[in-house]
């Protein structure tokens, strides 16, 4: 009696073990531990940080028309980072059966949104503009740079292309292209690209 009772004891200590177990993360909605060697850096970090990566934007981003953005540091910039990688880290926990529902309900972007970064490789202030039209140049109200891109939830199709324009400060920033992306894409690439300003997304 008395040894059935440590056994049931012992038994219940590891599977407790099991869900705590440190870097995993367990989805609030779905009790379901995912490995930590699946989670995506940028996901990883932001969670660290108690950001919901499947829920809305967090509070200190800035909003602005069309786009949120965010510097280094904050609760904002996390999120945006991490919701590159977030389209690629749904298909895989899909096809092992991980996904959890209740979290891609809420999932805030249905179609591609572009990241544009102040620092090479997706490093420095954010910039995450949210379903950009086609056909459509696309700067934000205020001077900035960007010398990386990434595009989030997914990536660019095959007849899809951005084209990368820059101009003065304080002049027309979109005044000369020097650049494109072409699709299609792979996902969780960071697009190191020259002096930036402006872009617009093509179809073709
Ligand atoms: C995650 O955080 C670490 C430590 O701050 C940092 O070095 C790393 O670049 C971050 N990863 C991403 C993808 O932002």
Redesign the pocket.
């Known amino acids: 009696m008395r040894f059935s009772i440590i056994v049931s004891e012992v038994i219940a200590f590891l599977s407790v073990a099991v869900f705590a177990a440190p870097n995993e993360i367990t989805p609030r909605e779905n009790p379901v531990a995912i490995p930590a060697k699946l989670i ?3 996901i ?2 932001a969670t660290a940080l108690g950001v919901d990566v499947w829920g809305p934007v967090p509070d200190d981003a800035t909003k602005g028309n069309g786009f949120y953005t965010a510097t280094p540091g904050t609760l904002g910039w ?1 999120w945006i ?1 991490a919701q590159q ?1 977030l389209g690629s880290y749904e298909d895989l926990l899909e096809s092992r059966g991980l996904l959890p529902s209740a979290a891609v309900e809420k999932r805030q972007t249905t179609s591609i949104t572009v990241n544009a970064y102040s620092g090479d490789w ?2 420095g202030s954010a910039w995450h503009f949210t379903n950009p039209a086609y056909n459509v140049r696309v700067l934000p109200s205020e001077n900035s740079f960007w010398y990386s891109f990434g595009f989030s939830y997914r990536t660019l199709r095959a007849n899809e292309n951005v084209q990368l324009r820059r101009g003065p400060y304080n002049g027309d920033r979109c005044q000369t292209w020097h650049g494109t992306i072409n699709g299609p894409t792979q996902a969780g690439i960071c697009w190191q690209i020259a002096s930036t300003t402006c872009f617009e997304m093509k179809q073709t």
């Open positions: 995506p850096e940028s990883v970090n996390a980072r990688d997706c490093t």
